[in-house]
């Protein structure tokens, strides 16, 4: 977008990402950076889930009766605020972890996001997405914090064999998947969960997927060719830079 283009797993996993998890503390702050209205979800997640049937307006909208939650949709709702709040929050965390709860995350959401169920959008206006600014300013401050290990290449068509590779981006990748997931959080705060389904798995299928699959293989490699220790350590490692 450089251009602007309950858990039902075991308790060992969701105990994995407790310490990101939006139902804890507030978000750590963060400079100033980012506005208010990226945080609109904060400490409302669970209060949602805890009004029962009262009714919920998302904007100007009529207001929206809520369903029961699917357990899926749950357990996606759970690790999406924990990686939203990773990304707001990266700047308290060193290269090394970014890289490893973000994978982390990755892998975990992309799980999550093929057991969706199928949903049917309500026809109710979508909440306001995260703004030019706010977006530039989290691709900007990622940027800065993954440095050496930002831009990467990759090919848009695999199976196009005389696609040219291009320049990608983590921090691209990371704020594009943070926004799409953060509609989809404003609705299940709502308790418009089937708006909120469909918003996932429409971006997983034709958006946030993609920049998750690509910055999956990058992080990889910044991982475990022992690049990142390199950078965190400054010296060589076997598989460092040369």
Known sequence: MRTRSSCSQSPSHCARYQDWSLEKDPLPSTGGILSP???VYSGTLAQASADGPALCVIGNDRPVQPIVSDPEAANFASLAAAFCRLVESSETVGLGELVQW???LIVALYDAAMRLPQSDPSGQDAPEPVSQDDWQALFKRLSVQLGEINDY???FDPYDQTSAPVIGSLADDLA???SDLHTGLVL??????DDAIWQWRFGFENHWGRHAAHALYALHIAKHSGTVSWIEHGRPTSFGPT
């Open 176 to 178: 594009d998947i943070y």
């Open 102 to 104: 973000a994978t982390e």
């Open 37 to 39: 209205s990226l945080r």
């Open 153 to 155: 290449s990759f090919v």
């Open 188 to 193: 299940h705060a709502a308790q418009a969960n």
